[in-house]
T-cell receptor, first 113, second 112 residues
Framework: DADVTQTPRNRITKTGKRIMLECSQT?????MYWYRQDPGLGLRLIYY???????NKGEISDGYSVSRQAQAKFSLSLESAIPNQTALYFC????????????FGPGTRLTVL | GENVEQHPSTLSVQEGDSAVIKCTYS??????FPWYKQELGKRPQLIID?????GEKKDQRIAVTLNKTAKHFSLHITETQPEDSAVYFC???????????FGKGTLLTVNP
C-alpha cells in the first residue's frame, strides 16, 4: 500500500553508527508497529504504539528505541548499530480494533558492516 | 507470551495440486488468526483471516480452518498456480493487547 511509506529503502552503515528509520502513514490509523525480518525467523515485533502517548516493547526491543512524533509518524532508531542488526525492517499500521488488518510498508533493508 | 509454530518451512507442489500449511499456537486467549503472503522483494499482505467464533472460512481458492480445542489452524490453497509461489506467514493475536505473533513462514513453490 502506498499509504504506508518507509525511508530510507536501503541503508548501509558501519558498526557504532546511529541510524534512524522512518515510517509515515496516511491511513489515519492509531496503531503502528516495527518488525524485523530475518531469513527463517519470520517477522518479529520490535516496538508498537497504540496512540501518540503509548509506546510498548515487543519481543526484541534491546538495542532499539522508537519515537511516535505524530499519529502518522513512527521512527525506529538504532543508537549504536551492530552487524547482527542487519535485517529487513517493516513498519505496519492498523486500526483500533483488536482484529483489524495490519498494513505493511515496503520495508527498509539495513546492512551494518 | 504467545508462541506460533508453522510447518512446513518449505513446500513444493505441482501446478494444479493443493497446498496445506499448518500452524499451532500456545495462548488459549488468542482469537484472531490472519494469514499473510509475501512475494519475493515485496511487503507482507493479508490474504485471509479467521476469528475464533468461526471454524472455517473460504475465499475462492483459499480456505482457512481453525480448531480452538487443539489450538491449531491451517491454510488450504486449491488448484495452485505459479503466482501462488511466495512465503506465507500465519499469525495469532488476542488477549489484552492484540499484538500479532507470527510463525516463521513457509516458502511455497508452485512448479509449472
Amino acid at each position: 500500500d502506498a499509504d504506508v511509506t518507509q525511508t530510507p529503502r536501503n541503508r548501509i552503515t558501519k558498526t557504532g553508527k546511529r541510524i534512524m528509520l522512518e515510517c509515515s502513514q496516511t491511513k489515519g490509523h492509531d496503531r503502528m508497529y516495527w518488525y524485523r525480518q530475518d531469513p527463517g525467523l519470520g517477522l518479529r515485533l520490535i516496538y508498537y504504539s497504540f496512540d501518540v502517548k503509548d509506546i510498548n516493547k515487543g519481543e526484541i526491543s534491546d538495542g532499539y528505541s522508537v519515537s511516535r512524533q505524530a499519529q502518522a509518524k513512527f521512527s525506529l532508531s538504532l543508537e549504536s548499530a551492530i552487524p547482527n542488526q542487519t535485517a529487513l525492517y517493516f513498519c505496519a499500521t492498523s486500526g483500533q480494533g483488536g482484529t483489524d488488518t495490519q498494513y505493511f510498508g515496503p520495508g527498509t533493508r539495513l546492512t551494518v558492516l | 507470551g504467545e508462541n506460533v509454530e508453522q510447518h512446513p518451512s518449505t513446500l513444493s507442489v505441482q501446478e494444479g495440486d493443493s497446498a496445506v500449511i499448518k500452524c499451532t499456537y500456545s495462548d488459549s486467549a488468542s482469537n484472531y488468526f490472519p494469514w499473510y503472503k509475501q512475494e519475493l522483494g515485496k511487503r507482507p499482505q493479508l490474504i485471509i483471516d479467521i476469528r475464533s467464533n468461526v471454524g472455517e472460512k473460504k475465499d475462492q481458492r483459499i480456505a482457512v480452518t481453525l480448531n480452538k480445542t487443539a489450538k491449531h489452524f491451517s491454510l488450504h490453497i486449491t488448484e495452485t498456480q505459479p503466482e501462488d509461489s511466495a512465503v506465507y506467514f500465519c499469525a495469532a493475536s488476542g488477549g489484552s493487547n492484540y499484538k500479532l505473533t507470527f510463525g516463521k513462514g513457509t516458502l511455497l513453490t508452485v512448479n509449472p
